[in-house]
């Protein structure tokens, strides 16, 4: 944990939560595990709005708790949970292009309540979809009475491919701090007897008529469910594999690559460094009108980066994949970009040559990279300042001897340099959203005019206001106003987009920490 995490961690809580929240996550994030009273004083805030703060944590499985000392609770701040906000977006959207509409609506809800019963992500998403209709006409498409029943079935199917799942709940609700704990057969399966479709229908139909808190009771109402990260985290990991796939070579090896990774699913834990063996056979059954497929799997083989692996030749050749292998890969490119981009192309050659012989004496490095050796030293030295390299000692003999007698070794501690931009990456995060923070603070006003205006002119729309109005209306806002907040919305999409892709770059590079962290 560093101070740029901590910053970027506070700067997220704030966005979302608001001050309160963010200042006792900062309290958590300094001290560690701690009880209430403790996290009061350091934060200053009364007792009460420090235990607001800490429900809402925990409602969004961001603060755990366990017995700090006998019958009192200490709270611990799941740091890495609040990095995954950013990545709420991209959850959303992954789910609308493999379950549609409903299935987009029923994660966001999730998302942004953190834990629900089934009943209320039903209720809520069937409303929601029903605001966004555009139309009455197209509400009665969707069928008034069939909604909630097609959400249901969303929701199972989301539930079923594990992308949610049920909270664990208390064993003993009457201790002063209870244990959570679920059964795992009963972490993904919602029973149908839970589900009231007649108490839902009738809930949906009362919100809908302008009653906000229906007595309606629902059989799940103590069964809280949340999103599986870790589902999701899958689904990118195979889908950056791929991207790379295709980008090295052409969509049917993506495909191929997609088909051994499904395969390999049915027999191999996902999150394992190096899959169980699959057959060519199997593939093929998979990509039954994929035409060569022993020559692709040959190329994969050749060009993956050492994420296929042929290990026989039963069934028409076995294969294994090694995810390890795949994200050693990329994040030596990675690190290759970045001292290209830092140093130049001759400082990403030598960088390159060190990691691949491990370990060079100062003279081979001018040799084997073709670099004039004042220049070859100077680089060299340029990327150990910057810890991209580093220096190892070693003695020619065991006896003591001369300052000459010993060998200064360049080598590289991959380790290390990926922790080192995983940390520049953590400020370029608070950076963004500082900067995305000031430029919307800084033209507030004109923004919020630009949006009342357009509030007013769809409202004259609906109400069939004369263009005449509608024209008057709009020239409340000038041409260089316009101009201004088009040129805002603009920078405030280029910076967001730039968020998107540091997460990333901290993706690629916690998934070859986690692989590194197998291997020892």
Request: aromatic residues 8%; charged residues 25%.
């Amino acid at each position: 944990m560093s101070c740029n995490l901590q910053k970027c961690c506070y700067k997220i809580l704030n966005e979302y939560f608001g001050d309160i929240v963010a200042r006792v996550g900062d309290a958590l994030f300094q001290k560690g595990l701690n009880p209430l009273k403790v996290i009061c004083a350091h934060t200053k805030l009364p007792h009460s709005k420090v235990s607001e703060a800490l429900a809402v944590l925990v409602q969004h499985n961001l603060v755990t708790w366990e017995e700090w000392r006998p019958q009192i609770p200490g709270y611990t701040l799941l740091h890495d949970r609040i990095l995954l906000i950013l990545r709420f977006p991209r959850y959303v959207y992954l789910v609308r292009e493999q379950y549609g509409e409903e299935g987009e609506m029923v994660v966001d809800v999730l998302l942004k309540e953190g834990q629900a019963t089934a009943s209320s992500i039903i209720i809520t998403s069937c409303i929601k979809l029903y605001e966004a209709a555009t139309d009455e006409s197209a509400v009665a498409k969707g069928g008034l009475e069939q909604k909630h029943i097609i959400v249901r079935n969303h929701l199972l199917k989301l539930i079923e491919n594990e992308f949610i799942q049920r909270c664990p709940s208390p064993q003993d609700s009457n201790v002063p701090v209870p244990v959570l704990s679920i059964k795992e057969d009963q972490l993904y399966s919602l029973p149908s007897e839970l589900l009231d479709l007649k108490a839902l229908q009738q809930e949906i139909q009362l919100r809908r008529a302008g009653n906000t808190k229906p007595a309606v009771t629902h059989p799940d109402a103590q069964i809280y469910w949340r999103v599986n990260y870790d589902r999701f985290h899958i689904e990118f990991r195979d889908s950056e594999i791929r991207n790379c796939v295709v980008r090295r070579v052409d969509p049917l090896a993506g495909e191929c690559l997609g088909a051994m990774l499904k395969v390999s699913y049915t027999r191999s834990d996902p999150w394992a460094s190096s899959m169980n063996v699959v057959t060519a056979s199997e593939i093929r059954d998979q990509l039954k009108d994929l035409k060569y497929l022993d020559q692709y799997l040959k190329i994969l083989e050749d060009d993956s980066g050492g994420c296929v692996q042929k290990v026989g030749d039963a069934g028409g050749g076995q294969y294994r994949l090694n995810m390890a292998n795949a994200y050693e890969t990329m994040t030596h490119t990675l690190t290759d970009n970045i001292v290209q981009e830092r140093f130049g192309s001759k400082a990403a050659r030598i960088f390159r040559l060190i990691r691949k012989h491990r370990m060079m004496e100062q003279d081979q490095i001018g040799e084997l990279s073709m670099i004039g050796k004042k220049e070859a030293n100077l680089l060299s030295y340029r990327l150990l300042h910057d810890n991209f390299l580093r220096i190892h000692e070693q003695r020619k003999t065991l006896a003591p001897s001369p300052a000459n007698k010993i060998i200064y070794l360049f080598h590289v501690d991959m380790n290390s340099v990926v922790r080192m931009i995983l940390e520049w990456c953590y400020k370029g995060l608070y950076n963004l959203m500082v900067q995305r923070e000031m430029r919307a603070n800084y033209n507030r006003r004109l923004l919020e005019k630009r949006t009342r205006v357009d509030t007013i002119v769809e409202n004259l729309k609906q109400s069939g206001g004369s263009e005449e109005q509608i024209q008057e209306v709009e020239e409340m806002v000038t041409p260089s106003e316009r101009s201004l907040v088009e040129q805002v919305l603009t920078t405030q999409d280029k910076l967001f987009d730039a968020e998107t892709g540091l997460d990333d770059t901290v993706f690629i590079l916690q998934m070859y920490l986690y692989y590194q962290m197998q291997k020892e």
